[in-house]
């Protein structure tokens, strides 16, 4: 049986190659931060040459664009068919917004340990090393969480007055914030069980402002 080695014709895929090497960069971003992630740290873990990765992304602000890109559109798809599990789980305003957390609790419970964080969290700590267009992502991702938040919480307040005034803007960005929030204390403490203990105040939190009086 003859070899294969990196980018030989038997092993040459452009896909699966440009996958390899958005997967290798998010991983040793999340675990060294992206200054200190480097074209050869991400070449040897791919598996590839260097010509190889200069042949998919130019530089290496390119390649932090493309792996924000991805994780953006796909947090975004997860986001939205939790919302459609939602809606079908429960016909109640409420219960949906509940039930959607719960959602993403299953989601942080099936996670393996240690779980190493957020993108976004970690491209904005370092945001001065990056493009505006890459940071723009960032605060479109954010205000998307926001804006479908909001649609639900509305139809919330309509069917479930609050007991006390509510800032409707501040509290559909709760999940967004206390998720991203407890990505960090959960790689600070090493506890991957923050994410879901953090998301059960939430949950309550919110019963206890627009459940039955």
Known sequence: MT????????TRDPARTRTGILDAARALILDHGYGATTVDMVVARAGITKGAFF????????????????HAANDRAFFLANIERARKLASDPLQQ????????????????A???????????????????????????????????MMEMLEKVIATHPPRVPVDLESLADMFYALTEGSFVMTKT?????????????????????????
Do not use: M
Not at 121 to 139: M, N, P
């Open 3 to 10: 070899a294969t080695t990196p980018d030989s014709p038997r």
């Open 55 to 70: 042949h998919h992304f130019p530089s290496k602000a390119d390649l932090a664009r493309a792996v924000v890109d991805r």
């Open 97 to 112: 917004v509940l039930v959607l957390i719960g959602l993403y609790e299953e989601t942080f419970d099936a996670l393996d």
């Open 114 to 148: 240690p779980y190493p964080g957020c993108l976004f969290a970690s491209y904005i700590y370092e945001q001065k090393l990056f493009k505006e267009g890459t940071l723009e992502v960032l605060r479109e991702a954010a205000l998307f969480w926001r804006a479908r």
């Open 189 to 213: 403490l090493a506890d991957r069980t923050l994410l879901t203990r953090h998301s059960k105040h939430l949950r309550n939190y919110l019963e206890l402002l627009f459940g039955d009086r």
